[in-house]
């Protein structure tokens, strides 16, 4: 998956393989059984590293699009 974010808290279940998320300052590979959480509108994006299956949740808040933006650019 190429370079994004989402505007809601995230959570990567990992079922099979293995993968590599990229973040600006770091870089992650989780396995099958790990879970990864991400914050709202954390810069990333996702590398297989092996076929892989993997459960993405996404918990998203309330309110219009530009009062999510306004609460968390301070």
């Known amino acids: 998956m190429r ?3 989402v505007d809601g808290r995230l959570s990567i ?3 099979h393989g293995r993968v ?3 973040f600006p ?3 992650v590979e ?3 059984g790990d879970l990864l959480a991400l914050e709202y509108g954390t810069l990333h994006h996702v590398e297989a590293v092996e076929e892989s299956t993997f459960l993405i949740t996404i918990s998203w808040p ?3 699009k530009e009062q999510r933006h306004a ?3 301070a």
Do not use: P, S
Request: charged share 20%; hydrophobic share 30%.
């Open 3 to 5: 370079e994004h974010h």
């Open 13 to 15: 279940q990992m079922l």
């Open 20 to 22: 590599r998320v990229y």
């Open 25 to 27: 300052n770091d870089t």
């Open 30 to 32: 989780i396995h099958a």
């Open 62 to 64: 309330g309110g219009t």
């Open 71 to 73: 609460r968390y650019a």
